[in-house]
């Protein structure tokens, strides 16, 4: 094997870790965006109150007036800067997290709150036979979940579910910025009843200035696809090349080819599977499956460019040998 198909051998490997690792890039920046978010969507408006109604109260008239429409609420803390309370009526957008679990729907409706923490949270903890609580007065709310650890995302924050039989629900609303996300026309409607006025959260914001900030990682995916493309019509002109050398003729010719480009399949299969373990140990991905989609139909197409270009090849010579007769 000479050292040009060596070469041309691992482009597919490159290739490959050039695509996975844009696509870490991606998600990650998905994933920072949701972790400074809370999980929250672009709808997030956020509203303050002088309303000495408990959160309880407030969970209450929203679970009457908005039962139908999915709302999922954020509680900052006024006065414990690093607490954020959670709700929600259906589902909740769930986030990334080391060990354990998020929030599920069926932690808002019971009497128990829960915790989930953040990798630098610096609140007061208990470990009680490899089961962690956050203590705050004579309450202990079982740890369920950590978050991954990410430098972009300040992540000192700590979580605790509420729901109207909670305790967490005891205190008064206008202890807290209310952060909503829902329709549009439920967040006016709710912030309407409290007389109070909306605001737009940074994290907002920010992502309506930086959604085309992909771009830049989706064309270098593209690149990296069209030179794996390019890698292997060269291969398939080096095989059909060395195929002429060997002076085989009809079934032994064919299987000499057949038998070559199943290799270099099988090869380029092993470097992406290589490549799939290399990266989930080594960069970050919200479903392993997007990556292995991504594998897979790099893998095939670099397979059905190689199979159009040998095609092509074969064609041609019968072409010349037809014409020469």
Known sequence: MNFKKIFLL????????????????????????????????????????????????????????????????????????DQVLVWANHSVKSLPTESGRYFSPDDFKGTISFAVLGPATKTNLLDVQNNKYVILGQHYYSVIGEFKDYPQVEMNKYYLSTGIDQPTAKDQLKNYRIVVDGAPNVISRIAKHYNAKLHIPSFVQEHHRDRLSIL??????????????????????????????????????????????????????????????????????????????????????????????????????????????
């Not at 690792?21 to 672009?42: K, P, V, W």
């Not at 830049?216 to 292997?232: E, K, R, S």
Request: glycine share 4%; with cysteine.
């Open 10 to 81: 691992l482009i597919p490997l490159l290739t490959f870790l050039c695509i996975g690792t844009m696509l870490s890039n991606i998600e990650s920046g998905y994933a920072d965006e949701l972790l400074e978010a809370h999980g929250l969507t672009n709808n997030t408006r956020y509203f303050r109150t002088d309303s000495d109604e408990s959160v309880s109260s407030f969970l209450r008239y929203l679970d009457k007036n908005y039962k139908h429409h999915q709302i999922q609420l954020h509680l900052d803390s006024n006065y414990e800067k």
């Open 216 to 325: 830049p990682d989706l064309l270098l995916m593209l690149a990296a696809l069209v030179v794996g493309i390019v890698g292997n019509l060269l291969l398939a002109t080096i095989i059909k090349r060395q195929a002429k050398l060997t002076h085989l003729h009809g079934d032994l010719l064919r299987n000499w080819v057949i038998n070559r480009s199943v290799r270099l399949f099988m090869i380029e299969g092993v470097f992406a599977i290589a490549v799939y373990f290399f990266l989930r140990w080594h960069a970050f991905y919200s479903t392993y499956s997007s990556l292995r989609i991504s594998l897979l139909a790099s893998w095939i197409i670099y397979i059905v460019a190689f199979c159009i270009m040998l095609r092509y090849l074969v064609r041609k010579d019968r072409k010349v040998a037809r014409i020469t007769k």
